[in-house]
Every structure is written in structure tokens, then in C-alpha cells.
């Protein structure tokens, strides 16, 4: 059992900037082979925003691409999301994400609220 915390979220402006963070810890955290950042606003289904793989290799939805930057500290088991030039549509609940094991099952962290104004 991997648990994911997460910190950072709130409110800001559009065109203003944010930076949320997760930890991993306890279960099989030497297992990890990706983590990453998922959203979901009101009404809608949740989806990636950005994912980045213990050997570096990263994935970012298109929304959120020149924008947002995923980082990770591998020894450290967490990652970063830096997200600049924020706009009202990426206003939701971001979830932090880690893929575990052969079968890369995935683990959630319980959500951070982003709310962005316009």
C-alpha cells in the first residue's frame, strides 16, 4: 500500500501560478515507476494533466503544455507540478497519482482543491 500526500492547491488569479507537491510513502515505494498529476472539474471526468517516469520521460496533456512542468525527486519518492499562466478552465480537484509494480497499479493521493478566478 503506497500512501500519497499532497500539498500546495488554493485560490489564485488568472494568469497567476501555483505549485502543488506529492510524497510517497510506506508500502512499495521502491515500485514506483511513474507519478504524476490528474484533475477533475465539476461535472467532468478526471483527466491527466502531467506524468513523469522514474527514468525522466514525461507526458503533459495538451491544455497544460508550455505552461505546467512536472519534476520528481526519485530519492525522495515526489513530485512537483509548477503551474504558471493558470487560466479559469484548470480550476478543479488535482489528484497526485503513482504507478506501482509490474502491473503499474495505480495509487491516489485524496485530492487538492485549485480554484482559478477570471
Known amino acids: 500500500q503506497v500512501q500519497l500526500v499532497e500539498s500546495g492547491g488554493g485560490f489564485v488569479q488568472s494568469g497567476g501560478s501555483l505549485r502543488l507537491s506529492c510524497a510517497a510513502s510506506?508500502?512499495?515505494?521502491?515500485?514506483?515507476?511513474?507519478m504524476g498529476w490528474y484533475r477533475q472539474a465539476p461535472g467532468k471526468q478526471r483527466e491527466l494533466v502531467a506524468l513523469?517516469?522514474?527514468?525522466?520521460?514525461?507526458n503533459y496533456a495538451d491544455s497544460v503544455k508550455g505552461r505546467f512542468t512536472i519534476s520528481s525527486d526519485n530519492a525522495k519518492n515526489s513530485v512537483d507540478l509548477q503551474m504558471n499562466s493558470l487560466k479559469s478552465e484548470d480550476t478543479g480537484v488535482y489528484f497526485c497519482?503513482?504507478?506501482?509494480?509490474?502491473?503499474?497499479?495505480?495509487?491516489w493521493g485524496q485530492g487538492t482543491q485549485v480554484t482559478v478566478s477570471s
Open positions: 513523469i517516469t522514474r527514468s525522466g520521460s514525461t
Open positions: 510506506s508500502g512499495s515505494i521502491f515500485s514506483i515507476k511513474a
Open positions: 497519482n503513482a504507478q506501482v509494480g509490474i502491473s503499474w497499479y495505480n495509487y
